[in-house]
């Protein structure tokens, strides 16, 4: 990135749907330079009347369940159909791990080469704050681009998914047909975000399994969740990503969740909420990272940590010590 942003020309070439500027608009909000983050935020301000159009469905699966080729079959299935398809994530491990990067292009060839779709792999680097952050803003920018559809990849594994959950408007879960207790592999957070499952890979002799499967994990869900009156009853699907058998029905079930979202006014309701407590994230990263940054609380933390593995002190009175030491001396 330049030392000069051109904010103006960022908003009009965005706007215009230039995937160019789209790249380099996304390039500038994953930035965490001081300046960059002050131009984002310009940026951010241009393009948010022309946001908030798309449908936003996050999709989580453990690593080999399917999900780029799901995404890749879904994603040319939606622009044959008319719609214009972005793919962000959110990965914060996957410069750790050096294997697949989520939303990478390699993984997604039809969809990479769609002029319909736009396709970002995950922020590479950072917490998962800050990657969630990136992708927010991102989405931003994709939907003022006039992306009527966009998919949030993320992995089935820690915190992602409800850091996804809260930027999307429908959670999909991808899982596969396992024998035996179908809840073992499947952790229970899942199932309370999930609003739509579907048993990934149900191709060939694996049609029949994956039904089953399907069958028990609807009666184990029941069971968790109980029944809401008027509330949303988490359907379990079959589908192949790799055929696009059972795509068009997961599809239409998460269209249906948001139109009964938007009918009881709960997607407002949850956008609002989604933005509210995206705001105190913030404040609380931003508090978090001036306490760790701050030249005193740097000095005293490595001999409080030791007092209190030592026991010498309290952790209450060791917190106290560094929030003293925080707000005395401003540095
Ligand atoms: P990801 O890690 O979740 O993105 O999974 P991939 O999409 O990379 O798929 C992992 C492997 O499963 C690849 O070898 C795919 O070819 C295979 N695969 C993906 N979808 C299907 C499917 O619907 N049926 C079958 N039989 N194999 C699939």
Redesign the pocket.
Known sequence: MSREVDVPALVEGVLAGDRRVMARAITLVESRRGDHRERAQELLVELLPHAGGARRVGIS?????????????LGVDLTAAGSKVAVLAVDPSSARSGG?I?GDKT?MSRLAVDPDAFIRPSPTSGTLGGVAQATRESMVVVEAAGHDVVLV?T?GVGQSEIAVAEMVDSFLF?TLARTGDQLQGIKRGILEIADVIAV?????P?AGDARKAARELAGAIRMLRGHTDGGWDVPVLT?????G?GLDEVWAKLVEHQDRMKASGEFDERRRTQQVRWTWQLVRDALEHQLRSHPGVRTAVPDLEKAVVSGELTAALAAQQILETFLARRP
């Open positions: 699966g453990v690593p080999g369940v399917g999900k780029s080729t799901f995404i890749d079959q697949s989520l993984r990849e992995v991808l990934n890979k149900a191709d060939g694996a589908c192949a990503g790799l055929t058998e």
